[in-house]
């Protein structure tokens, strides 16, 4: 069964960009995530879809500022120009032929 | 843009029976996607319980399987979860889920597209 593995914490300034890191297990290389972003006291809000070659398909009003990369297991979220309301945890989350696995989150923190 | 909402008894006695539901706006049910329930333990991550299809094909996390069902109302539009036996373990938010088919024939659930709000369940006598 697939695990996604998140670093629990991250913190980038104000302005600035930061890269969130997913990694799939061992044996899948090729398989496509989601990236959803929850913002304290909300429900979570869905932000792309993002396949292994970095192709990715962004939710409804997902601004530029967010982008998808892929590399081997590691799959990517980067975002750019970094807004107060971007304090949030980040889910990414895959599927396999009959589950749903999400990773442990990581608490972004606008410095 | 579709909107889903949970609806559903807040408070719920440990070995009874949590009933949810989910009325979905601005797209039917029954006309494609899956169907799904996530839930929250507080300060805890997500954790998916099951998914229905338009066609009402069910998919459940296998640590749940024996107390879930997952159900569609087409008439009213909006799809409904139930959950067996519940203990204390089972307090959460629950949300209800539009996902994507991971499929061009639409054979099992894919990523979640558009949350609900959510719902605080809490089991407690």
């Known amino acids: 069964q697939v695990v996604l593995t998140q670093s629990p914490s991250a913190s980038a300034s104000l302005g600035g960009s930061v890269k969130l890191t997913c990694t799939l297990s061992?044996?899948?290389?090729?398989?496509?995530i989601a990236w959803h972003q929850q913002q304290a006291g909300k429900g979570p809000r869905f932000l792309m879809k993002?396949?292994?070659?970095?192709?990715?398909k962004k939710g409804d009003g997902i601004p530029d500022r967010f982008s998808g990369s892929s590399s081997g297991t590691e799959r990517y979220l980067t975002i750019s120009s970094l807004q107060t309301d971007d304090e949030a945890d980040y889910y990414c989350?895959?599927?396999?032929?009959?589950?749903?696995?999400f990773g442990g989150g990581t608490r972004l923190t606008v410095l | 843009q579709v909107q889903l909402q949970e609806s559903g008894p807040r408070l719920v006695k440990p070995s009874e029976t949590l009933f949810l539901t989910c009325a979905v706006s601005?797209?039917?049910?029954?006309?494609?996607?899956?169907w799904g329930w996530i839930r929250q333990s507080p300060g805890k991550g997500l954790e998916w319980i099951g998914s229905?299809?338009?066609?009402?094909?069910?998919f459940y996390n296998p640590s749940l399987n024996s107390r879930v069902t997952i159900s569609g109302d087409t008439s009213k539009n909006e799809f409904s979860l139930k959950m067996t036996s519940v203990t204390a373990a089972d307090t959460a938010v629950y949300f209800c889920?539009?996902?994507?088919?991971?499929?061009?024939?639409?054979?099992?659930?894919?990523?979640?597209?558009?949350w609900g709000q959510g719902a605080l369940v809490t089991v407690s006598s």
């Open positions: 889920a539009r996902q994507f088919c991971s499929t061009n024939v639409c054979s099992r659930p894919a990523s979640v597209e558009y």
């Open positions: 601005s797209y039917s049910i029954s006309s494609g996607y899956y």
């Open positions: 229905m299809s338009s066609r009402g094909r069910t």
């Open positions: 061992s044996g899948h290389s090729s398989d496509t």
């Open positions: 993002l396949n292994s070659d970095g192709s990715h």
């Open positions: 989350q895959t599927w396999g032929t009959e589950i749903q696995v």
